[in-house]
């Protein structure tokens, strides 16, 4: 959900736009919907999810694709002027997290990935030195492979803050999640990545309500 973005991004490629919210009104589901339709109509979109937290019903998460920064910073500009916007923006709460990501795997793959899990973590976190996080996090996703119950994954890494990093997986279940996190972590191998986490900004379970492609 476009709130707003930093002027200091200046990439042409794409931008994944990931807010992580709660909303205590019992229409919290059909407000986000209602967000969601706005956004499809403003230049440079490219596709959205909508989820709400696996176990916490007032908590919601958007990932919204633009085109480039150029897009996500109109969107941000639309979404403060918009009059309809404002029943969505005036019940939001907290926000957990809003940030921009660039994705360092494969665009294509994303939005079809959630829109087939059942369930989709979010793992948002700052590391240590990006010089080593990087290719131990290309590492950690591809030993998911294999897992039981994992379905496809992406990693991305902030388009402006270099040192945020963000992994959405998807999965059969919950309970393959949690075992496949418990497993990762008592692995040996990964101490390193594990290590380099200098803090854990977001990690929740989510079902995604709906998937607008491209």
């Not at 807010?19 to 059909?30: F, L, M, P, R």
């Not at 360092?104 to 793992?123: I, R």
């Amino acid at each position: 959900m476009a709130i707003t973005t930093s002027a200091s991004l200046a990439s042409a490629e794409p931008v994944v736009e990931v807010a992580v919210y709660t909303i205590s009104k019992s229409n919290g589901g059909e407000l986000q919907k209602m967000a969601h339709e706005g956004l499809r109509s403003m230049p440079g979109y490219k596709g959205s999810a909508r989820m709400t937290g696996a176990t916490d019903p007032h908590l919601y998460a958007d990932i919204v694709v633009w085109n480039d920064v150029a897009a996500a910073q109109n969107a941000a500009d639309l979404v403060s002027q918009s009059e309809g916007m404002k029943p969505f923006m005036n019940a939001i709460e907290s926000m957990k997290i809003f940030r921009h990501y660039r994705l360092t795997g494969n665009l294509q793959d994303l939005l079809p990935m959630l829109k087939g899990a059942p369930y989709v973590e979010l793992a948002a976190y700052k590391v240590k030195d990006v010089s080593k996080q990087g290719p131990l996090q290309l590492d950690l996703h591809s030993k998911l492979n294999g897992k039981s119950g994992y379905m496809k994954s992406s990693p991305l890494v902030g388009a402006s803050e270099s040192d945020e990093y963000l992994d959405i997986v998807g999965w059969e279940s919950t309970a393959h999640m949690e075992a496949a996190g418990e497993a990762m972590q008592s692995n040996p191998d990964n101490a390193e990545f594990f290590r380099g986490i200098a803090a854990m900004n977001l990690f929740s379970a989510f079902k995604p309500s709906a998937v607008t492609l491209p």
